[in-house]
């Protein structure tokens, strides 16, 4: 079956890096766009970051651009989340996600409903 674990979390101070990994199994990896997502307590699941099964495409929302980087090796089955000049504000539990489909628009890939798997998520915590 789709198994899809994260890896990586931790706390770091304001300003640190920290890289996500996300292990995917039990489907053909590279035909399914990804993405990661965070949620807080007390709020909603947010979109983060998506890639198209190739990587030719990436999307993020505006409060991660420039400071978030998404990538996958189809080789490994793995996706990834670096994430550089961390803020408080960041502090969440982050999950990756398998698409339903191998793309999508910069719209349909913010929303959850794009998605058919999430892993079991991982803690971030960002000191100031």
């Known amino acids: 079956q789709v198994q899809l674990t994260e890896r990586g979390g931790g706390s770091v101070q304001a300003g640190g890096s920290l890289r996500l990994s996300c292990e995917a199994s039990?489907?053909?990896?590279?035909?399914?766009?990804m993405a990661w997502f965070r949620r807080t307590p007390g709020r909603e699941r947010e979109f983060v970051a998506s890639m198209y099964w190739n990587g030719a495409n990436a999307y993020y929302a505006d409060y991660v651009k420039g400071r978030f980087t998404i990538s996958r090796d189809n080789g490994m089955n793995t996706a990834y989340l670096q994430m550089s000049s961390l803020k408080p504000e960041d502090t969440a539990t982050y999950y990756c996600?398998?698409?339903?489909?191998?793309?999508?628009?910069?719209?349909?890939?913010?929303?959850?409903?794009?998605?058919?798997?999430w892993g079991q998520g991982t803690q971030v915590t960002v000191s100031s």
């Open positions: 996600a398998k698409s339903r489909t191998y793309g999508g628009t910069n719209y349909s890939l913010r929303l959850e409903a794009s998605y058919d798997y």
């Open positions: 039990g489907y053909k990896f590279s035909a399914y766009a």
